[in-house]
């Protein structure tokens, strides 16, 4: 299996590039919205449905959830709150919840529901069954 196709980096107007979600997207500034280098990381199948693994895409450690209803999610792979194993954490539709001290934080944006500080998310999508993370 090859890995996904990368194009240069290009400034792009978000929401005008119906092409592929896992191009190199990057604008000027500081922009929050900023996408990253798409790196495959493993096999869909690594990941039993409801659980998370712990993968490393370009040098940085992510969390990768396949939940029941087949979405991915990716994840900083560490905790904010002390470091605990978030790949190791229990899943549902909406939130991760920290297997150590059960702080939770929404797939969505990252930000706690439990006045953590927020986790970083990073886009997943599947590719010919592997798991491309967008760092
Ligand atoms: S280490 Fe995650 S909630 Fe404390």
């Given at each position: ?40 990381v493993g ?12 993968f490393?895409a ?78």
């Open positions: 299996m090859s890995a996904p196709h990368l194009e240069a980096a290009r400034p792009t107007t978000p929401g005008t590039d119906p092409g592929s979600p896992a191009t190199d997207v990057r604008t000027p500034g500081p922009a929050p919205a900023l996408r990253g280098e798409a790196y495959a096999r869909v199948d690594e990941v039993p449905p409801g659980e998370g693994r712990a490393v370009g040098g940085v450690q992510v969390a990768v959830f396949r939940l029941r209803d087949g979405s991915l999610h990716a994840t900083q792979a560490a905790c904010p709150h002390a470091g605990g194993p978030l790949a190791d954490g229990q899943t549902d539709v909406d939130v991760l919840v920290c297997p150590l001290h059960l702080y939770a934080y929404r797939w969505r944006d990252g930000a706690s529901t439990s006045g953590a500080a927020p986790i970083r998310v990073y886009p997943v999508h599947e590719s010919g069954g592997e798991i491309v993370v967008e760092v």
